[in-house]
Every structure is written in structure tokens, then in C-alpha cells.
């Protein structure tokens, strides 16, 4: 009971403030409660404190002398910002993809040796590793097969066409035997260019040997000695071509529309003591990662000391010349029926709501594409308060 009494003098208070000449006006009065209360119950103590917002008949609000608002409320000029000619994002160095070579064995076997090691660096034909396994010979008996069945079918044709000349054997076998034969043919070069990738690698003792197809690095290893290698599509290990390397770009979302392909660019690696690269964009990625919500963007970088390592961390700066803008906090953005507006300053403590259109945002300010222009006085700091609608 004394906090409503407490409240009822308090609404009185703010009339009598209120009271003509301002007659021709539309008195409004907000209350605003701050509690203070333990846990979340309501025992303990609470303070009140009324303030009263004019509304004019042109839609404007006015705040009164009196009103404790005027010291909640922040008022801001607004300027244009210095062109933005650079945008600063954190990269990173990868292997390019095309450079990465997987290394599969075309054979199920035994893993008999594993000669490198993750990080080594091999010239081309040194030896990688060596697999024991019986698909020689199978591969070997495959050929032997599919030569005898090409003979065979060469000579069934043969006798389709004689029988055919003689008038005994009607069209349709003729058809047949040629199509037998090309069937034929084609199994036996599959079987000989099978024997023939085998006996590239096999020793006299059937053991396979697998070397390095170009110079490079040693990527990864998923095999060792005397592991069963049953499924032929899972690579034992990869090889990188560091010649080249890229460095990745994550483009922030409110930035990808300014990022194109061909923007220079100035790579700053801090593990090469700042030492700076420059390059151009060559391919941006069409989808952003879900997770970050960035859009990666590829700049090839030449590597002919393999000093660049893959996932070093790389800072990437990217020209812009981006024209100068009007930029207003963050703070006075205020969301109205699905609008953004601002509240603006028309007369002292007198202020008007603004629709806005917004463009990307820069740390704690955005981009003001419509509805301001330089020198409007906009609340950057409790606006909400104003924002009762």
C-alpha cells in the first residue's frame, strides 16, 4: 500500500510539471521500476522512479526539463568515416589441392615396409612402401583367360562369316559372333592393362613396390608393416606438392559482397617475422561455412623454398577503395514493425524516429545507406526509453 501511494503522488508530481501551456499537447506518462530482490522472490527492498515523455501532434517526442530522462539519454552527431581501403581478416596457409596426391595400392595384400615418414621430403621414383599379395598371379591367370577367349571369339566370327558366304547361317549369327568378339577384345586389354600397372610395381618375388609419383613432402601415413590392406579405395598415404601453396581468406558475411576474384592482396605471416606477401584472389568458395559464418577465399602463393607451411596462421589484408560512408553506432538501431529506425534530434530534447537502411557493419558501427545525412543528431544511448510505441 505504500508503494501504490508512494506511486499516486508520484503521478501527481509529474501533471502538475505537465500542466499548461503545454495543453494542446498529448500527455503520455511511462513508469520505469527497478527492483532490487534476492534470489527470485520479491522480499526485498524496491526503489521507483517516474519520467514523463511528451508526444507532439506531429509525432515527435518531447522530453520535459524535468524529466530524469534527459540523463539517460546520449546525443550523437553523425560524420562521414575515411574511405575504407583495406579489409584485415585471419587466414591461414594450406597445400593446394591439386598438388595433393593420395597414394592407393590397386591390390588387396600385407604392408611389408613403410620407407618415409610424415614431413620427409622425397625426390620422384624413391620408394614409399611395398605390399605382399597373391593378385599378381590372379591378375597374371586374368590375362591368360581373356587372350584364350579372344581367340576363340576371333575364329567364331570367322566361321559365322564362311557359314554366311555359303548361305547356311542367317544375319542374326553373324550380329552375335561380332558382338561376342568385341566383348572379348575388351576383356583382354582390361586384363592386360591390369597386368601390366601390377608388373610396373611387382619384384620377381610378387611383392609390389609403390614410389613417389613427383618431388614433394611426405603429408600423412594410415598404414605400417604387416597391416592387411583389404579395401583398395582408402589411401595409405599422400604426398604434397609444396612448389605452390595457397593462403585462405575468411571473409566475415556482412563482408562477401565486397570481395571479388582478382583483389590484390598483402599476406602477413607472423611466424616469418612479418615478412609480407603479396597476391591476388584466385577462386572464392560459393557457400559459407555453417559453423563461422565466413566465406573462404583462396590466394596462391609461390613456394620454391617450401618456407611456407601448411596451417601456419596468415593475416590477409584486402584492397577495397571503399568510398567513405555514414556510420552510426550500433546502439541507436532500434527495430519498429519489422523497420530499423533511429531516434533524431529535430529541436533541443525534441526527437523524431527515422527509418533507416542499413548496409554491413564494422565493428561496433554500421553503414547508413538512407534516411540520415551528415550533422543529424542521433540517440546513440538510450533510445530505448524512447522507443515505447
Known amino acids: 500500500m505504500r508503494a501504490f501511494r508512494f506511486l499516486l503522488r508520484s503521478v501527481r508530481i509529474v501533471m502538475m510539471l505537465l500542466r499548461p501551456p503545454l495543453s494542446l499537447r498529448v500527455l503520455r506518462t511511462s513508469f520505469f521500476l527497478v527492483a532490487f530482490g534476492a534470489g527470485y522472490g520479491l522480499a526485498g527492498s524496491a526503489a521507483w522512479a517516474v519520467s514523463g515523455i511528451v508526444h507532439e501532434k506531429d509525432g515527435s517526442l518531447s522530453v520535459p526539463e524535468a524529466s530524469p530522462l534527459r540523463g539517460q539519454l546520449e546525443i550523437t552527431p553523425l560524420k562521414m568515416t575515411a574511405p575504407r581501403d583495406t579489409l584485415s581478416v585471419p587466414g591461414s596457409i594450406v597445400a593446394e589441392p591439386s598438388r595433393v596426391i593420395p597414394i592407393f595400392t590397386p591390390v588387396t595384400g600385407r604392408v611389408a615396409s613403410v620407407s618415409v615418414v610424415p614431413g620427409q621430403h622425397v625426390r620422384r621414383g624413391q620408394e614409399l612402401l611395398t605390399v605382399l599379395s597373391g593378385d599378381m598371379a590372379q591378375a597374371s591367370t586374368d590375362e591368360t583367360k581373356a587372350r584364350a577367349g579372344l581367340v576363340q571369339a576371333r575364329a567364331a566370327m570367322e566361321r559365322a562369316q564362311e557359314v554366311k558366304q555359303a548361305g547356311g547361317a542367317a544375319t542374326k549369327d553373324v550380329e552375335a559372333a561380332r558382338a561376342a568378339l568385341q566383348q572379348a577384345e575388351a576383356e583382354d586389354r582390361r586384363a592386360q592393362a591390369r597386368l601390366a600397372s601390377l608388373s610396373d610395381k611387382t619384384q620377381a618375388d610378387g611383392t609390389l613396390v609403390f614410389r613417389a609419383p613427383v618431388d614433394g613432402v611426405v603429408g600423412s601415413v594410415s598404414t605400417a608393416p604387416g597391416v592387411n590392406v ?159 510505441d
Open 230 to 388: 583389404t579395401d583398395i579405395t582408402a589411401p595409405l598415404m599422400s604426398m604434397e606438392d609444396l612448389a605452390e601453396v595457397w593462403a585462405v581468406a575468411d571473409i566475415p558475411e556482412a563482408d562477401v559482397d565486397d570481395i571479388h576474384v582478382g583483389q590484390s592482396v598483402a599476406i602477413t605471416l607472423p611466424a616469418r617475422d612479418g615478412l609480407v606477401f603479396p597476391g591476388q584472389i584466385a577462386t572464392i568458395e560459393p557457400d559459407l561455412h555453417l559453423e563461422t559464418r565466413r566465406l573462404r577465399a583462396m590466394i596462391p602463393l609461390p613456394n620454391p623454398d617450401e618456407d611456407l607451411k601448411p596451417n601456419m596462421f596468415a593475416n590477409v589484408a584486402i584492397q577495397l577503395r571503399q568510398p567513405a560512408g555514414l556510420m552510426v553506432p550500433q546502439s541507436a538501431l532500434l527495430m519498429n514493425n519489422d523497420r530499423v529506425t533511429v531516434f533524431v534530434e529535430t529541436f533541443p530534447w525534441v526527437f523524431q524516429r527515422r527509418v533507416v537502411t542499413i548496409s554491413y557493419d564494422e565493428g561496433e558501427d554500421t553503414e547508413v545507406l538512407s534516411g540520415l545525412k551528415v550533422g543529424d543528431r542521433v540517440v546513440t544511448r538510450g533510445g530505448v526509453l524512447l522507443n515505447d
